[in-house]
């Protein structure tokens, strides 16, 4: 058996320090949490809650059964039954995971900014059910629906076109009830929702230190329902973080930890995927990067950590600041896709996602497809046995002989990969004469041709009956 | 060294107390405080915003020079004749994160930008109401309301303020500037906002263009 590639971006002494700092600081100075109610369910539970000003300290023992109660591993579950993420995987692969609330995407065919619509949101679902490297779906966000109800929609025309988990999260408090109403519809029940979860829902702190009442709102009903939760903390360096890459490990690690101990003190047992994030802070001109280096190895420590500390899946993005997706982005994407997959990630997010903001690309989205592809072959490191160490051919094999009649070659030559957007025509002439196409003008001709053949999911009637009575109440509610 | 000079290149290295220092020895001295001020102090600053511009001085360094000058300016202002003190501010920003947004940092790092630049800036806070917007706009009369969001549900917010400016009455007598991660000049033309910067530093060019119409 190979053996996978690994990255120890910490050593151990510096994953226990970090871990001690963790637990002292969650005990002693703690995070605020913004939702009454939340406060009164902790502080049963055994937290120690000041509800003057909110404040909630987890003391370590607390702490240390959490991190014994959390499940080790996750099931998400895909409509069919097969495409099912397994996290940790088993055979030590990651899932991509598609870019989340983008507003508007680079057109492949005008290769102008547009705003999603809700065909478009479908095409997108559709495109990412066609592509092996894409394990879940993140809801995009449509432009011709209530912007109230955003994510609703966004939701809705995810189990409308996509077979596979998908990745959530809130817009606002007052969707929060709605999502759950949609997910219940889909699964059929709140037994069969609990048992095979078909998504996973996103509460983020309000980096540093803090708790937002939608986002506890999700802790909440996901407890309530059993669906998994991966808490996200986004720090950025230098400013809502410290910013040296340590300290703002340090920071993630709490945030993630206490979102992760609230879920336990109120679903013993819940299934939590933690969020590896990080942007640093331009010092020159104030932008938030998503594709520094120091990010990158920022995130590639904290995985590292959750993996070594709490030994539960982790998730992290593979974003990049090109505005398209050109060689700057592929260089970014697979950088971090690389050093977030040897670090020990389960799903690398962010896929399709560009840097302009809020916008993602259908072409990027099978770039980054094929990129995960590439990582996943990469850290599944070199075979050695008897078998590929081909001892008994080599000593056969005469002084300027070859090996392409063995039978050993024969029966290893379909193993390599070959990333189809790879696969150049044999010549430079003849690519010439085929246009000189660069990568992403394959990336177009790849999606045309996926693009004929998409298809909607087959919702059974009554499903997408009740799916569309709640988006229309919901927009009844809670649009202007 | 000439007493401007030593002053200027305090001021660029962010040394707040060397700074008093000087200042306190130039006013002992019987130099103008007026001079002091605009020759040695604003123009100090003037030349740490030109260096920031092409990326020879980052944002912390700025901020320490920014520091290091009001040290300096809270000795001289009380001494330096009020009609004069008009001709300090760049202009009057008023910053707030929309209704129904915590985030700040964005909104807050462009303040302290803005301030070291020269603008009066009011920062009010987030999660502001939309009444509170106009209701400061009416009282503070600023150059520039300038709004901040995070998140994809409170852009829409900005709208709603800038159509409570024109309801107002308000929309001619102020300009809009929208700002934060997900905000694109594409939407802040969609929504009428009369200015869009995606960082800090370009904001400072941003608000300094809009004064300039």
């Given at each position: 058996m190979a053996t996978k590639l690994q990255l120890n971006v910490l050593s151990s002494e510096e994953v226990n320090s970090i871990y001690e700092k963790t637990l002292g600081i969650l005990s002693t100075k703690g995070v605020k949490v913004n939702h009454p109610q939340a406060l009164k369910i902790l502080d049963k539970a055994g937290a120690a809650v000041n509800f003057d000003d909110q404040q909630v300290k987890f003391p370590k023992d607390v702490i240390e059964w959490a991190l014994q109660t959390v499940p080790h591993q996750v099931t998400l579950a895909s409509s069919d039954g097969k495409n099912d993420m397994i996290l940790p995987h088993p055979s030590g692969k990651i899932y991509g995971g598609t870019c989340i609330q983008s507003m508007r995407y680079l057109d492949p065919d005008t290769n102008t900014y547009r705003d999603f619509t809700l065909s478009k949101v479908a095409e997108w679902y559709q495109l990412i059910d066609a592509l092996d490297g894409i394990g879940t779906a993140a809801i995009i966000t449509p432009g011709d629906v209530p912007e109230e109800t955003s994510d609703i929609h966004g939701?809705?025309?995810a189990f409308e076109n996509c077979s596979k988990p998908i990745t959530l999260l809130a817009y606002s408090l007052e969707s929060v009830e709605y999502l759950f109403e949609l997910m219940l519809v889909k699964a059929g029940s709140e037994a069969a929702l609990r048992k095979r979860p078909m998504l996973r829902i996103s509460p983020t702190s309000f980096t540093p230190f803090e708790f937002k009442p939608m986002d506890i709102e999700e802790i909440i009903q996901a407890c309530r329902y059993g669906v998994p939760l991966y808490p996200n903390a986004l720090p950025i360096s230098g400013a809502t973080a410290p910013i040296?890459?340590?300290?703002?490990?340090?920071?993630?690690?709490?945030e993630q930890?206490?979102?992760l101990v609230m879920a336990q003190l109120m679903n013993p047992g819940h299934p939590i995927i933690l969020t590896a994030g990080d942007w640093t802070m331009d010092m020159s001109t104030g932008k938030c990067l998503m594709g520094s280096v120091e990010g990158a190895l920022c995130i590639a420590a904290t995985i590292q950590f959750v993996k070594d500390a709490f030994h539960i899946p982790v998730s992290a993005s593979a974003y990049s600041d090109a505005y398209s997706p050109d060689g700057q982005a592929m260089s970014e994407k697979t950088l971090k896709g690389l050093l977030n997959a040897m670090a020990g990630v389960d799903v690398l997010g962010g896929i399709g996602r560009t840097g302009a903001p809020n916008t993602a690309s259908p072409v990027a989205l099978i770039l980054d497809s094929n990129m995960v592809n590439i990582v996943n072959r990469t850290i599944m490191g070199v075979k050695v046995d008897d078998d590929t160490l081909a001892l008994g051919d080599l000593l056969d094999t005469v002084p300027g002989g070859h090996f392409m009649e063995r039978r050993h070659t024969l029966q290893h030559c379909r193993e390599a990969l070959r990333p189809e957007l790879f696969m150049l025509p044999k010549s430079v002439e003849i690519?010439?004469?085929e246009g000189g196409k660069d990568l992403y003008a394959r990336g177009v001709d790849r999606y045309r041709e996926i693009k004929k053949e998409l298809q909607p999911e087959?919702?059974?009637?009554e499903v997408q009956r009740e799916m569309n009575l709640i988006a229309k109440r919901a927009d009844e509610r809670l649009g202007k | 060294m000439a007493p401007y000079v030593e002053l200027k290149e305090n001021i660029i290295l962010g040394e707040e107390d060397k700074v008093i220092e000087v200042v306190r020895t130039l006013l002992d001295a019987g130099n103008d405080p007026s001079e002091i001020m605009f020759e040695g102090l604003i123009r100090g600053m003037s030349e740490v915003g030109q260096k920031m511009k092409c990326g020879e001085m980052f944002?912390?360094?700025v901020l320490a020079s920014?520091?290091?000058?009001?040290?300096?300016?809270?000795?001289?202002?009380?001494?330096?004749?009020?009609e004069k003190l008009l001709d300090i501010s760049m202009g009057k920003i008023v910053l707030g994160t929309v209704h129904g947004d915590l985030h700040g940092i964005g909104k807050n790092i462009c303040s302290l930008m803005l301030q070291s630049e020269g603008f009066t800036v009011l920062d009010i806070g987030e999660d502001v109401p939309t009444e509170k917007f106009i209701e400061v706009a009416k009282q503070e009369q600023p150059d520039i309301l300038g709004l901040s969001a995070l998140m994809v549900n409170t852009m829409?917010?900005?709208?709603?303020v800038i159509e409570a400016l024109e309801r107002s009455g308000l929309r001619d007598k102020v300009r809009v500037m929208v700002g934060g991660a997900p905000i694109s000049q594409a939407f802040a033309d969609k929504i009428g906002a009369d200015g869009y910067a995606p960082d800090a530093v370009a904001a400072i060019d941003k608000a300094k263009q809009l004064l300039s119409k």
């Open positions: 939701l809705k025309v040296t890459i340590a300290g703002t490990v340090l920071l993630s690690s709490v930890l206490a979102m690519w010439e004469s087959q919702l059974p009637e | 944002i912390p360094e920014a520091q290091a000058m009001r040290g300096g300016l809270e000795l001289v202002k009380p001494l330096v004749v009020k829409p917010v900005m709208k709603e």
